[in-house]
């Protein structure tokens, strides 16, 4: 431990001996780093805070969402430090005195596009930073800014409505010609080839209707055809009057008259299509038997002779089968009609075989003007809508939370940081110097190291002998070292002063 500790003293002493060496590098390096910070400019920043508020006083499905709105917020954004604005800025601010020409102008803009951030922090809540020389300059410039915003918030929306609501109504009156004129095409095609199809759409689909109508028109024709030759059958098979049944109904038995109504019940039922199998038609037909059998052996009551009445089975299916012939006419009609109309189409088509792409190509242009007039006109009654909500109220309004602050502090550089390190950094260089030629040394401090470097025995050593004269020399010496190092922190603190009072004279 001895050892160690006058290894220390011993290289204490040697710096010490170099100690003006030491001072000097300090001062040296301590003016050249504290000329090159006060070389360097000072930036104040300016902040601000704007609230974006967005009225939703209309609902969403008439165009105006607040996504459109937010929309609007982005644009003004990124057109906020545009080169336009910027302009109005510098000539708005202080920054217009330091301007004559117009490229001083154009380089105060190139600075200002590196000096102010616009920034979204949540909500809706925009931060605006400006950075200047000035703290005066720094304020001048945020507020420019945010009336800039208030600015093209006003006029900005309300002028581009205008313009596209005259965009589009002259778009909306081109367009409604245009489909005046396809619809009148469309129209004359249409009479003179699709008007007697049945049906909607092109040529190929109405003749695709048609024929499937054709189809329907033949099964219903044979079934109605079916069902008269049944009815005819039936008429063969019934007497159109029954014997001994003349006079007045009162004349026939309660037999005569239980066979009358069984046979009106058996008519009816063929009417309905039922089989000679059905379960219906099988019961009645057993009635039927009985009750003829009982009829032809009741006696007649009353006079009448052997006269005949008419047959009400006879005449139901007479009314049945003219019922039958009507619809077989009309189905042959219309039958008639469909295949005179395909005909008619077929041979137009042999004769010109472009009709079809000709009416694909109307239909599709006739839908697409149509589609596309919808659309301008349901956009223009958006867009107008949305004017007129401006008109009475601003879509977007804004705030300002914390207006332009008027910074006492630069935000660059920090001096007295600066001034305190160059400071360090100069005493830490004076004694490196003074260690690093310590260790050049061609002296040897005490006699053991000189009998350790020569290897010869040392046999004494004789300490220096100081003088009165000598002795108040060194003290005038460590005065003017003393003198010297205060004046180094003399001046940093004078430099800290100077730092300090400039701030206090730019606030």
Sequence with gaps: MSGFLTEVQIILHTMWMRRWIALGVAWGVAVLGWAVVAQLHNSYESRARVFVQLNTILPSAVGITAADQQKDVDTIRQTLTSAVNLEKVVRGTDLANTV????????????????????????????????ASSPKVAAQIVQKLIDLFVEQNLSGDRDETNSSLKFLDAQL????????????????????????????????DRMGAARSAMAQVDSDLAAAQSALSVVNGQMAGTPANIPGMAGSAASAGPARARLNAIQGQLADARARGYTENHPDVVALRSQLASAQAAARSEPMVGGGGAAAASNPAYVGLRSIQADKQAQVAALSARKAQLQHDLDAINGKLAGDPAVAAQQSQIDNDYQVMKDGYAKLLADREAIKLRGQAQSQTDSIKFSVIDPPTAPRVPASP???????????????????????????????????????????????????????????????MLAYFAGGTGALGAAYVGLLGVEMLQRGLAA
């Design 414 to 476: 920090n001096r007295p940081l600066l001034l305190t390190g160059v400071l360090i950094v100069a005493l830490g260089a004076g004694v490196a110097v003074a260690f690093g030629l310590a260790q050049f040394k061609t002296t040897f401090a005490t006699a053991g190291r000189l009998e350790k470097a020569t290897g010869l025995p040392v046999l004494g050593s004789i300490g220096a002998i100081v003088t009165k004269a000598e002795i108040a020399h060194r003290r005038r």
């Design 173 to 204: 009156d081109q367009r409604q010609k245009q489909l005046a004129d396809a619809d009148a095409k469309r129209a004359d095609f249409q009479n003179r080839y699709l008007g007697s199809l049945p049906g909607s759409g092109s040529l190929t």
């Design 100 to 131: 004559k020409t117009d490229r001083d102008v154009a380089d105060r803009v190139s600075t200002l596009s590196k000096a102010i951030k616009i920034t979204a922090q949540q909500d809706n809540l925009f931060e605006i930073v400006a950075s």
